[in-house]
Nanobody, 126 residues
Framework: QVQLVESGGGLVQAGGSLRLSCAAS????????MGWFRQIPGNGREFVAV????????HYGDSVKGRFTVSRDNAKNTVYLQMNNLKPEDTAVYYC???????????????????WGQGTQVTVSS
C-alpha cells in the first residue's frame, strides 16, 4: 500500500505561483508513475500532469502546458507540482496519484490510477 499526502495549497493572486508537494509513504514510489489531477465541485477529476517512471517523461493537460511543471525526488519519495502564472480557472482541489494500470497512454484517466491522496485546495483570486 502507498499513502500519499499533498501539501502546499492555498490562496494566491492571479499571476502568482505555488508549489504542491506529495509525500509518499508505505512503499517507495521510485518505480511508479506519479500524477496530478484536479477537481472542482460537480465535475470529474481533470488530468493535470504525469511523471512516467520508466523513461522520466512528463505530460501535461492542455490547460496547464507551459505553466506547470511536475518533478520528483526519489530520495525523498516525493513528487512536486510547480504552478506558475496561475489563473482563476486553476482553482480546484488538487490530488496526487500513484501507479496507473492499463495501457501506457491511459495516464490521463483518473480511473486508471491506484492510489490517491486526500487533496489540497488551491484558490486563485482575480
Amino acid at each position: 500500500q502507498v499513502q500519499l499526502v499533498e501539501s502546499g495549497g492555498g490562496l494566491v493572486q492571479a499571476g502568482g505561483s505555488l508549489r504542491l508537494s506529495c509525500a509518499a509513504s508505505g512503499r517507495t514510489v521510485s518505480g511508479k508513475s506519479m500524477g496530478w489531477f484536479r477537481q472542482i465541485p460537480g465535475n470529474g477529476r481533470e488530468f493535470v500532469a504525469v511523471h512516467l517512471f520508466w523513461n522520466g517523461n512528463t505530460h501535461y493537460g492542455d490547460s496547464v502546458k507551459g505553466r506547470f511543471t511536475v518533478s520528483r525526488d526519489n530520495a525523498k519519495n516525493t513528487v512536486y507540482l510547480q504552478m506558475n502564472n496561475l489563473k482563476p480557472e486553476d482553482t480546484a482541489v488538487y490530488y496526487c496519484a500513484a501507479e496507473f494500470s492499463g495501457s501506457a497512454g491511459s495516464f490521463d484517466s483518473a480511473e486508471s490510477w491506484n492510489y490517491w491522496g486526500q487533496g489540497t485546495q488551491v484558490t486563485v483570486s482575480s
